[in-house]
Structure formats: C-alpha cells, structure tokens
C-alpha cells in the first residue's frame, strides 16, 4: 500500500515537472525590453493619472457650477448649460497608456455642440 503511495506521487511529480519544463508561457515571444517600457507607461499613466485627475474634476465641477449658472441667466435655456457642461464635463479624466504612446486620443474639453 505505501509502495503504491509512493509511486503514485512520484508520477503525479513526474508528470508536474515535465508539463512545467514543456509549457512556454506565451509571453516568451517578446523581448524583455517590452515589458520593462510597457511598465514605464503603465507607471507613468497612473502617475500622471493622479496630477490629472484632480485637476480635470475641478474643471468639471466649475463647469458644472457655471453650466448652472448659465441656466438661471438665461431663465432656464437648457441648450445653453448644455453646452458648457459639456465641454466642461466632457473629455479624457484618466491617462492611459495608449494615450501616452499617441494611440489613443487625449481630450481636455468635451464635445461640443455646434449647430449645422
């Protein structure tokens, strides 16, 4: 019984190490070099993340503060506070990698809305 034990683990460890030995992670491809410039723009992004962040809430809330204000100027003209809500809350509110590598688009404003 304790022979049969011992047989079974050494082939379940056998087994184990032949599929660690023969498995590549999919990784294995690409360089090092990649890894080590993906995690500069991954740490760059959330740094920059936590200078922009902040900033851009402030914006938005000012935005929306004066997208207000606009309304009861106005007496209630919807389409104007509209518009300065969104360009105000409108926008990029967190920097991502793609962003910093010039893939994807950074946007400060909002759209805005222009009639045609």
Same mark, same amino acid.
């Given at each position: 019984?304790? %022979? %049969?034990?011992?047989?079974? %683990?050494?082939?379940?460890?056998?087994?184990?190490?032949?599929?660690?030995?023969?498995?590549?992670?999919?990784?294995?491809?690409?360089?090092?070099?990649?890894?080590?410039?993906?995690?500069?723009?991954?740490?760059?992004?959330?740094?920059?993340?936590?200078?922009?962040?902040?900033?851009?809430?402030?914006?938005?809330?000012?935005?929306?503060?004066? #997208?207000?204000?606009?309304?009861?100027?106005?007496?209630?003209?919807?389409?104007?506070?509209?518009?300065?809500?969104?360009?105000?809350?409108?926008?990029?509110?967190?920097?991502?990698?793609?962003?910093? %590598? #010039?893939? !994807? !688009?950074?946007?400060?404003?909002?759209?805005?809305? !222009?009639?045609?």
């Amino acid at each position: 019984m304790r %022979r %049969r034990l011992m047989r079974r %683990r050494l082939v379940t460890m056998v087994v184990l190490a032949a599929l660690l030995v023969a498995s590549r992670p999919s990784w294995a491809k690409e360089s090092s070099d990649t890894y080590g410039r993906e995690a500069g723009y991954g740490t760059l992004a959330a740094l920059s993340t936590m200078v922009y962040g902040p900033l851009k809430m402030v914006y938005s809330l000012l935005g929306g503060f004066t #997208g207000g204000l606009a309304y009861l100027v106005t007496v209630g003209d919807l389409e104007t506070a509209e518009k300065v809500w969104s360009v105000s809350m409108g926008g990029t509110y967190v920097v991502t990698p793609g962003m910093l %590598r #010039g893939e !994807e !688009e950074f946007l400060v404003n909002g759209a805005t809305h !222009e009639k045609e």
